[in-house]
């Protein structure tokens, strides 16, 4: 038995004599009899020795690159990794996601366990490990290789010690998380399944417990104007300048509110013009807003649609009154994120089985609001939480991004115990 299990099996037993000091009840007792269940420890066996497993599974995933809306190289190589790892229902859907189907003795109920397959990176993006030590190198190779490789060990963990659940569960490789994916590859799984609960695998230390979904709108707002000379044509509407004056208008009627610490808001990018002495015919920003209560978020919504009337308000009086060019500014402004908030329910069952196992694998649960992929069935009343990837890394959503994958077994120990308790054993 390797060191690091046996540790892991004192704990476990210290946890069962001091149980009362957790507060344990009935979730507490289900995980810790699952933990009894030889079937159980065999698979969380089989997990803590999977070090090199999962180091060549990291480097596999990692270097097929998944820039936003091109995940399909991934998730081919994805459905076949899942197929080698036992499962025979293996499909991709129509938006991208992969879907990896395991029967129970309960075909009425379905557990979905997911990770998603893009990373923030654009196409033509180096993805190409290096390993120093034990660290692992490369974009996205925490987020979200890890989480990959985890459903893989999952599906081998169950298949290994012979685990038949009571539910049927699906798992799956989701695309669409990042950036503009706006969830799309969640939408559609949840919105074309009969699903009765999800758990999503992303971020960070074990004991993260994410239960509820800050909300987001994201706009690209664009002005137009005739440009010209910019002495020639001096008087002219700017679309820059009233893109100044818009964001300034925002932030004034945002900030004040964001105080409250339940919003936040930010102009991510802003763009146009032709050069230096023109008037531009064209400006853009694209703003990022967010909140854990819709009621939030749908205000700062309206702070800035008030703030951009109020500044093309401004400019194209300022126009009439000083120039023989009357062209008005117009304004186009799109949508491009809608991720909806969901306040969550820590006394909801999923989440009582995600705090109890965690507590059975000793880690106190850290219960967390955040915007990941369990934000839409949260909204629409199904339960959900999102769940650590493990390893100990840096650098997410960056060129340096790094991870070290060593003791990521323990996040899909408690990934697994969580499942057993949603599905039944």
Known sequence: MPVTYAIRIVALLLMFSISKVYGADGYQQTANDLLSD????????????????????????SEIPAPPFKEKARG?????MLREAGLVDVTIDNIGNVLGRRPGRNERKLIAYSAHLDTVFPEGTDVSVSIKGNRMYGPGIGDNAQGLVQVLEIVRALNFSGIETEADILFVANVGEEGLGDLRGIK??????????LIAIDGGSPERIVFGGVGSHRYRVTFKGPGGHSWGAFGTVNPHHVLGRAIEKFIT?????????ETSYSIGRIGGGIS????????WFEVDMRSATQVNLDRLDAFLHHAIEEAIE?????????????????????RVGKRPAAAGNMKDPLVRQSIAATRAFGFEPKLRLSSTDANYPLSIGIPAVTLSRGGKGEGAHTL????DPRDAYIATQIGLLTLLSASGL
């Open 38 to 61: 030889e079937r159980v420890q065999k698979a969380i066996n089989f997990l803590a020795q999977s070090r090199e497993r999962t180091r060549s599974d990291l480097v596999t995933l």
């Open 76 to 80: 081919l190589k994805f459905s076949a």
């Open 188 to 197: 559609y799984l949840i919105d074309n399944n009969d699903i009765d609960a």
């Open 253 to 261: 009627r945002a900030d004040p509110f964001s105080a409250y610490g």
């Open 276 to 283: 230096v002495n023109s008037i531009p015919f064209e400006s």
């Open 314 to 334: 401004e400019e194209n009086t300022l126009a009439l009154e000083k120039n023989i060019r009357r062209d008005p500014i117009e304004v186009d402004i799109k």
């Open 400 to 403: 340096e991004e790094w991870l």
